[in-house]
């Protein structure tokens, strides 16, 4: 009796430390995981930081200025000026949902994929 009471014990153990085993290395694979996911998030961060670097850059001032005079003759910019600045009611209003000729959908703002609207 005691035989058998040592050898479902002993199996019991067996199963157990494989139990634990198989957790133990679960947990490895989540921490390599974890690992690879915050080295992919550094990664990512370093590359916003050369982004807004490069921006910061491209967008300078005197850098805009060379540009704009070098290419003065191509793009003919001009300074704004305050009548060109338009008032809100002078914007026209939102398009009417119009529906098209032989058809039962409604075209989506100025146009659609149906047939023309006269």
Same mark, same amino acid.
């Given at each position: 009796?005691?035989?058998?009471?040592?050898?479902?014990?002993?199996?019991?153990?067996?199963?157990?430390?494989?139990m634990v085993y198989d957790m133990k290395h679960d947990a490895e694979r989540s921490?390599e995981r974890v690992a690879e996911l915050q080295r992919q998030i550094e990664e990512?961060?370093? #590359? *916003? %930081? $050369?982004?807004?670097? @490069?921006?910061?850059?491209?967008?300078?001032?005197?850098?805009?200025?060379?540009?704009?005079?070098?290419?003065?003759? #191509? *793009? %003919? $910019?001009?300074?704004? @000026?305050?009548?060109?600045?338009?008032?809100?009611?002078?914007?026209?209003?939102?398009?009417?949902?119009?529906?098209?000729?032989?058809?039962?959908?409604?075209?989506?703002?100025?146009?659609?994929?149906?047939?023309?609207?006269?």
């Amino acid at each position: 009796m005691t035989r058998y009471m040592n050898l479902l014990l002993v199996i019991g153990v067996l199963i157990a430390a494989a139990m634990v085993y198989d957790m133990k290395h679960d947990a490895e694979r989540s921490a390599e995981r974890v690992a690879e996911l915050q080295r992919q998030i550094e990664e990512e961060r370093e #590359r *916003l %930081q $050369l982004l807004r670097a @490069e921006w910061s850059l491209l967008n300078d001032p005197s850098r805009l200025q060379t540009l704009v005079e070098r290419y003065n003759d #191509r *793009l %003919q $910019l001009v300074p704004l @000026e305050v009548d060109q600045i338009t008032p809100i009611e002078n914007v026209p209003a939102r398009p009417v949902q119009l529906a098209p000729i032989n058809g039962s959908a409604t075209l989506g703002g100025y146009a659609g994929a149906a047939p023309v609207v006269r």
